[in-house]
């Protein structure tokens, strides 16, 4: 009995850290939405230099794989 009840214990265990993950998973990837969303705003018609260049195509790029990640 005690090791059938520590078995669900950690399928139980199991199951939340999957579901966890997850929602994280969908958070970040909202998170990561919305700061592109962000930039693309506020620095809209202002130059921005080679290194904030690179960072927002690795953002766009990041969330792109994030995206077919979650479909595929």
């Known amino acids: 009995d005690k090791e059938k009840r520590k078995n669900q214990i950690e399928n139980l265990r199991e199951v939340s850290r999957r579901e966890y993950l997850k929602k994280r998973e969908e958070d970040k990837l909202i998170e990561l ?3 592109i969303e962000d930039e693309k705003y506020l620095f809209a018609g202002e130059e921005l230099t080679e290194k904030e260049k690179e960072e927002f195509k690795t953002k766009e790029r990041l969330l792109q ?3 077919q990640y ?3």
């Open 70 to 72: 979650k479909i595929g």
């Open 33 to 35: 939405q919305q700061d």
């Open 65 to 67: 794989l994030g995206l």
